[in-house]
């Protein structure tokens, strides 16, 4: 069993140091003091009694992950997950912010429950949540929601997520209101018409299976209608798990006409093709569904270049008893905090991104856009912190899940990047050693 700290002292000795917002990378030792990086470099390794040294291996030492995107279900929903649960499944894969989404039940369309999610998160003590708050009351797209209420309870953003904000005009209010709280609004673009029922990706594999598809058009109507709305105000408008070639095209074009647009994609959307259906059945149904393999290398350039600005996780449980029902009456959403970093690991090692860029895109620049803390490697700041093996390699699923669903592709799948240990304010939250498979 490792040792403890009492006084929330750790020096972890022979790590890579890696902070992209710094560009930081190099080897040597880090100190954790009083929720602070006390030290760096080439420090003298202290003697006993002054906090355990953790010897690292060589592994790397970078600033915790930030999702932006992640359900907790709870309140109204706890048989799939709680707040809880998701954060210890948040923590094991090396996430130390967390926004989790608003439909809930009662929705988070009011600040107590915002508060009441904040107070509960707290008092768990594992990573730090940050509720975002529903754009329309009860989520359904007709009265905005007072955000300045919700903002000032907590919310880090407002969306409507599992539908789309309904109307263009609700969207320019929305991002006019919110716009005066330095808020983004956050849009699931689907134009439901136009998926009328679809299940999964529209095409061959679709075709072949007989499941009603979604078309690409779906998503792209509405991140056209949102950016051109958009130009209209002086809001940040954040587009949510893009999946499509087209719609990497529009977010492209709409930040080179400067427009205040930030995206993110979901590493099932540049793991994974509609295939997957074929092997994996419910536990790849998702919305918007898994793409073609075009979509699949428009995601990845996307990521490469800058138009998508982040990736999360769009962490969504559900219950075994939902998942194992007939494919149309499946719920959509898969579990994805505990695989994200692996999942982009497996870029970096297929040479599509470095490491930098991929921690870059998990921690620094999400944390940046929504306004978020996150730990820096220098002296002074911020002990949110994950400490991974890049090399080590683990097998997805039970028992190493700690989120209390089970609805993941990935099971089963051996995956690279073993995340070892992860901090909050210098306080460590997860240690695999100590249990953790």
Excluded at 179 to 191: L, N, Q, R, S, T
Excluded at 192 to 199: F, I, P, Y
Excluded at 216 to 227: F, Y
Excluded at 254 to 278: M, Q
């Amino acid at each position: 069993m490792p040792e403890r700290s009492s006084d929330n002292t750790y020096f972890l000795k022979d790590v890579r140091l890696l902070d992209p917002s710094q560009g930081l990378d190099r080897e040597g030792h880090l100190h954790i003091r009083d929720g602070k990086v006390a030290g760096i470099g080439d420090l003298e390794i202290p003697r006993s009694g002054k906090g355990p040294v953790i010897a690292g291996n060589g592994w790397v030492v970078a600033p915790g992950l930030v999702d932006v995107h992640a359900h907790f279900r709870e309140p109204g929903f706890e048989y799939k997950e709680t707040i809880a649960t998701g954060s210890q499944s948040a923590v094991s894969g090396g996430f130390t912010s967390v926004c989790v989404m608003a439909n809930t039940d009662p929705v988070n369309d009011h600040p107590g429950v915002t508060l009441d999610m904040i107070r509960k998160a707290d008092d768990i003590g594992l990573c730090r949540v940050f509720p975002i708050g529903a754009v329309s009351v009860g989520l359904k797209g007709e009265t905005l929601t007072e955000m300045g209420s919700l903002a000032q309870a907590g919310c880090v953003g407002f969306s409507d997520d599992g539908y789309p904000v309904r109307t263009s005009r609700l969207l320019k209010r929305a991002l006019e209101y919110s716009a005066m709280f330095g808020k983004p609004v956050i849009d699931h673009c689907e134009d439901r018409d136009l998926s009328d029922g679809g299940v999964m990706n529209e095409g061959w594999v679709a075709t072949e299976l007989g499941l009603r598809g979604i078309p690409n058009a779906s998503e792209e109507v509405i991140v056209s209608r949102d950016l051109e709305v958009l130009k209209t105000t002086n809001g940040h408008l954040h587009i949510a798990h893009l999946s499509t070639a087209g719609a990497v095209r529009l977010v492209r074009e709409a930040k080179r006409r400067h427009l205040n647009v930030t995206a993110e994609t979901c590493p099932h959307y540049f793991s994974l093709t509609d295939e997957a259906v074929r092997c994996h059945h419910a536990d790849a149904k998702m919305n918007p569904p898994l793409r073609s393999e075009e979509d699949r290398l428009a995601i990845i350039e996307g990521l490469r270049d800058g138009t998508i600005d982040m990736i999360a996780t769009d962490h969504a449980p559900h219950a075994p008893f939902e998942k194992e029902k007939e494919f149309d009456q499946a719920p959509f959403g898969i579990i994805g905090l505990e695989t994200a970093l692996s999942l982009g690991i497996v870029l970096v090692r297929e040479g599509m991104l470095d490491l930098t860029s991929l921690l870059y895109l998990m921690s620094v620049r999400p944390a940046r856009a929504f306004g978020l803390p996150r730990g820096e490697i220098r002296e002074g700041g911020r002990a949110d912190l994950v400490l991974f093996d890049p090399d080590g390699m683990w097998e997805a699923g039970i028992p190493s899940f700690l989120s209390r669903s089970r609805n993941s592709p990935f099971r089963g799948r051996k995956l690279p990047g073993r995340v070892m240990m992860t901090f909050v304010d210098g306080r460590k939250v997860f240690d695999r050693r100590e249990g953790g498979s």
